[in-house]
């Protein structure tokens, strides 16, 4: 019998065997009686949601993807839980130890020594018959109240009469660390479930890198996860996983060319792991291949096809550099990078020394090929017109200790440079020495970059 039927025959009976009455008395009685039968029908429906929520939870396969706290409107808190297959279930708690209902026989669930979710009430194992009643997914939760007050408690297909009505909320907190949601039930026990790791958004499934070397890459995983190489390393390549959670990292020495696949461990430890393959690919382009010549008192000679030139040995002088070293560079055809960091040479870049202006050669002609210059260590100044009209000299790389100096005229026409590279402490000296070319004054790359 529906609840407010039940309290509406004894409004009745009531009235009938009373010899007289205030009427106004009477309806106050029933309007006050209404409240608490909507309060009464609200609970109850609220408390059979929570069962059947805290069901859910227990009975679930599937992985928790995301808990999101909520609100109802009349102020109970709770938290949504979403899954990655079935549809989202919300739990609502009991806050600060607030319960709606007043009967000491509360509904809850605990866990046996077996594993196995069963129902309580007040605490202990609900049994009918003498046998305890599990939580099974898929029973249906109905709560109705009996004529005398008690309240008719149905689970599945077992039946349970309560006195008065149980606490509402068996729930009374969720918390998440790392990857595992923790639910707190009222009498203490817990309820443990792990949330889904989405593992391809942490480990790409392809590595490459533009030369040859070194490459460390920060993988941030979840707190507690752990990366595990499962693969010996592949001839030529050096591949190594260290630290775990969010200090993980992946250290890959490339090779001049080639790839490699790998496979990879990655798991939270406790319910989740995952096997992952990654390929490697090393730089189509090896990087600069440097052609040395050694520097002995004549003239340098390029070879046929030599694009990057490296100079080492020992130059007196400037008239020496310009005419044995620097002209054979900037005459030769396709010569784009120049290294002279191990040319032993203490003096300046002398004027003209890149500048195409010797007898034969008309001066409207300019070196068009000439890209990078690494100038020696014991440079002591630049010169007048030392690199004028290197119309594709990008980059002008400068490793004295000191800083050097040089003469206005020395960049002009390098409509191309962008970057004249110096010492990290000399920046701010050269770009106030240099002050036409201040936005060009960079920190030397460290090696890698």
């Keep these: 019998m529906k609840l407010k039927s039940i ?5 009745a009976a009531t009235l009938l065997g009373s010899c007289s009455y205030d009427d106004g008395d009477l309806w106050d009685a029933v309007n006050g009686q ?5 309060a009464l029908e609200k609970w109850q429906k609220t408390v059979v949601e929570q069962l059947n929520s805290l ?16 609100t109802k409107e009349d102020g109970t808190e709770g938290y949504k839980i979403s899954f990655l297959h079935a ?47 599990y939580v099974n997914s898929g029973d249906d939760i109905k709560m109705e109240t009996n004529q005398d007050g008690s309240t008719k408690l149905t689970i599945g297909d077992n039946t349970v009469t309560i006195p008065a009505y149980p606490v509402a909320h068996p729930v009374t907190g969720v918390t998440q660390s790392g990857n595992i949601v923790t639910i707190t039930l009222n009498g203490g026990a817990t309820i443990e479930l792990p949330k889904y790791i989405n593992w391809s958004g942490y480990l790409s499934a392809e590595y490459s890198k533009e030369t040859a070397g070194e490459e460390i890459y920060s993988i941030i995983l979840p707190e507690g996860c752990i990366m595990r190489m499962l693969d010996t390393n592949p001839s030529n390549w050096t591949i190594g996983v260290t630290g775990s959670g969010n200090n993980t990292k ?39 291949q440097w052609t040395a010549i050694e520097y002995t008192g004549a003239a340098i000679v390029i070879p046929d096809g030599a694009s990057s030139i490296k100079v080492t040995g ?16 900037k005459t030769a055809s396709g010569v784009v990078n120049i290294d002279l960091s191990e040319l032993v040479y203490s003096a300046a870049i002398p004027a003209n020394a890149f500048y195409i202006n010797l007898p034969g050669i008309p001066e409207k002609d300019k070196n068009t090929s000439i890209e990078t210059i690494i100038l020696p260590k014991g440079t002591i100044n630049i010169f007048n017109l030392a690199f004028k009209n290197c119309v594709a000299l990008k980059s ?18 390098c409509d191309a440079l962008e970057s004249i590279f110096v010492a990290t402490d000399k920046v701010e000296a050269y770009k106030t020495g240099w002050s036409v070319l201040a936005d060009k004054i960079k920190p030397i790359p460290e090696s890698g970059e």
């Design 7 to 11: 309290l509406c025959a004894v409004f």
């Design 34 to 38: 209404e409240e608490r039968i909507s």
């Design 55 to 70: 069901q859910g939870i227990i009975t679930a396969t599937d992985y928790i993807t995301d808990v999101e706290k909520v």
């Design 87 to 133: 549809a989202p279930i919300t739990l609502f708690y009991n806050k600060d130890g607030e319960v709606s209902g007043t009967n000491e026989e509360s509904i809850g669930v605990d866990k046996g020594d077996d594993g196995k979710w069963y129902w309580t009430l007040g605490g202990e194992p609900l049994q009918i018959d003498g046998k305890t009643v």
């Design 250 to 288: 992946l250290r890959v020495v490339y090779p001049v060319t080639g790839e490699a696949t790998v496979a990879f461990l990655l798991s939270d430890g406790e319910t989740q792991s995952v096997i992952k393959t990654v390929t490697f690919k090393a730089a189509t382009d090896p990087g600069i």
């Design 314 to 329: 020992t130059c007196s002088g400037a008239p020496d550099f310009r005419d044995h070293i620097a002209t054979p560079l």
């Design 396 to 413: 002008v790389t400068i490793l004295s200790t000191a800083t050097i100096g040089y003469n206005a005229t020395a960049f002009e026409g």
